[in-house]
């Protein structure tokens, strides 16, 4: 009967669309347990004690993540103070500011610039970036945590301009009419009624963006100078650790003490990045909740 | 010579859009103080765009040419050295859609006094009263005006944009169709309100119906296609049309 049929297909797809849903969850908590069985059980006593330590020198058996971590939060950091002001300021000039024939050369502009390889970055980074550090600088190398920040803030920057940018696009023309009704000038309705008004989205791009900036390897991996030492400055050569799982997953022994730290790297990574999406989600769930309670 | 009952003064105001829209062509009209004038007329007939040009958020638009004059107490507000920023604290606008800005209720009162350099916390609280009084909502929100302005019906919502111009003490207060997604009861709250408020301000009132038009009306006018087609003291407009047009306007034959 041609009903019949109709309800089996309704459950089919239902089934189809039920079983994509829950996979992506599946796969997430498999490549956890993955990284965990990779990395812990191989650990003996002594293994987590040279993980405390301050070197990072695996031929040797230092396998201290200190300098590791602080390399790429120092990165990151330093990423996130040129790519945040650098995104919004681009953004709101994009959205607020710019004539709309700029806008319309500016805005696909950017959204090229958010699909280049960043190892062509990378290439730029070596070839003029670094010697220019250098020499300004008078330093011995060029390749130092700074430089690895100003490229990485750059690859997060196009992000953070084309979401922060859609964000305060979609705030209603009437908010900054009303702004400007009672004596406002542009750039005060700006700030103080445009971007607050669009802040949950403000906030999505930077955490994409700086999401973007912490997974980022090859780039890094070429700029930084890969010395893996707890830096005293930002014009200290670093080594993150995404870098490090590249370098050395290549050659490292399958099942040795070594493989299994390069795991825990990996999981020490996925926690983070865990973390920074989870802050992310309930601030703008907060935000959301705040925002249906205001507007039912 | 200006008449000094006439706050508002327009000479052979004309304007045209780039792209060609809603236009104005040779508007002359003396707009009086102290009375509630109506401009009324079907949608695209140019209302909105005057109501914008007499405080300057057409600016912003994409404007091809404005001709004429353009006198509020006998000063061009058109010419280009003119304080647009001063302009807009003296001519205030209520829009049709109420636009609470995300801030308390408190902050949007405030946002127009404290952007003008006024920080003195005795002088807003005294605002803030007097404002929401006048604009009849401060017995409903006097307990919490730290929740969001969002948090208000719509009605509410529309009476605190009334009051947020309010507070800023203008000399004209401009509504844009104030009652269009208005309940009755809040609709003639607003009437009310601005009944009251003609005693001290020069209301000019963009209705959303002729029957709005005709309740509230110390002087008309009725705009059709860019042209001000009559204008007249009183509910004359409404009971003796002189102008054909006005006529099958009014009594619904078109519109």
């Known amino acids: 009967m041609p009903q019949q049929t109709e309800q089996w297909r309704e459950m089919l797809i239902n089934w189809l669309i039920k079983i994509s849903g829950y996979s992506a969850i599946v796969f997430v908590t498999l490549i956890f347990f993955f990284l965990i ?27 201290g993540l200190a300098p590791l971590i602080a390399g790429s939060i120092m990165v990151t950091l330093g990423a996130a103070l040129v790519a945040i002001p650098l995104g919004l300021g681009t ?30 970055l990378g290439f730029l980074g070596i070839l003029s970036l670094s010697p220019w550090v250098r020499e300004t600088m008078n330093l011995p190398t060029g390749l130092t945590a700074f430089s690895g920040s100003l490229l990485l803030g750059m690859t997060s920057l196009p992000t953070i301009v084309s979401v922060a940018e859609d964000a305060l696009d979609a705030v209603p023309r009437s908010y900054r009419d009303a702004s400007l009704a009672l004596g406002a000038t542009e750039l005060q309705t700006i700030f103080l009624v445009t971007l607050p008004a669009a802040r ?55 099942g040795s003490e070594h493989y299994h730290v390069l795991f825990l790297i990996g999981l020490t990574l996925f926690v983070i990045s865990l973390l920074v999406n989870l802050t992310a989600s309930s601030v703008i769930m907060r935000q959301q909740k705040r925002a249906e309670r205001v507007l039912s | 010579m200006v008449n000094p009952m006439n706050k508002v003064t327009i000479e052979n105001l004309s304007l045209e859009y780039s792209d060609g829209a809603e236009s104005l062509r040779g508007i002359n009209l003396n707009i009086p103080a102290n009375a509630i004038s109506v401009l009324f007329g079907p949608a695209g007939g140019g209302k909105s765009s005057l109501l914008r040009i007499l405080n300057r958020l057409n600016d912003l638009a994409d404007v091809k040419t404005v001709r004429g004059k353009v006198l509020i107490d006998g000063q061009n507000i058109l010419e280009p050295g003119v304080d647009v920023i001063a302009l807009r604290r003296k001519v205030g606008m209520v829009f049709a859609r109420p636009v609470p800005l995300p801030l308390s209720m408190r902050a949007n009162l405030t946002y127009g006094l404290e952007l003008a350099g006024e920080h003195r916390a005795a002088v807003l609280a005294e605002a803030v009263e007097r404002s929401l009084t006048q604009a009849a909502l401060w017995d409903e929100v006097k307990d919490r005006l730290d929740e969001p302005a969002a948090a208000l019906s719509g009605g509410q919502q529309q009476r605190l944009c009334l009051a947020r111009v309010l507070a800023l003490q203008p000399e004209i207060i401009m509504l844009d169709e104030p009652t269009s997604g208005l309940d009755p009861i809040s609709t003639s709250k607003v009437e009310a309100s601005l009944q009251k408020l003609k005693t001290q301000y020069t209301i000019i009132l963009v209705p959303h119906s002729v029957q709005q038009a005709a309740r509230t009306a110390d002087y008309a006018g009725f705009f059709l296609q860019g042209e001000l087609v009559e204008w007249a003291p009183g509910r004359a407009i409404f009971s003796t049309p002189r102008d054909k047009r006005t006529e099958d306007y009014v009594v619904g034959r078109f519109g």
Do not use: H
Not at chain 1, 46 to 52: G, H, I, K, Q
Not at chain 1, 101 to 120: D, N, Q, Y
Not at chain 1, 210 to 238: D, Y
């Open chain 1, 37 to 63: 069985r990779e990395s812990l059980p191989g650990f003996s006593p002594e293994t987590f004690s040279r993980l405390a330590g301050s070197r990072w020198y695996p031929i040797e058996q230092y396998y």
């Open chain 1, 91 to 120: 953004a709101i000039f994009i959205a607020e500011i710019a004539p709309r024939w700029v806008r319309e050369i500016l805005k696909p502009l950017v959204e090229i610039l958010a699909g280049l390889p960043s190892v062509v």
């Open chain 1, 200 to 254: 949950s989205g403000v906030f999505t791009a930077v955490m994409l963006g700086l999401g973007r900036a912490i997974g980022e390897t090859i780039m890094v991996m070429m700029v930084t100078g890969n010395a893996a030492m707890i830096p005293n400055s930002l014009f200290s050569p670093v080594r993150t650790m995404t870098a490090t799982i590249a370098a050395e997953m290549g050659e490292v022994a399958k």
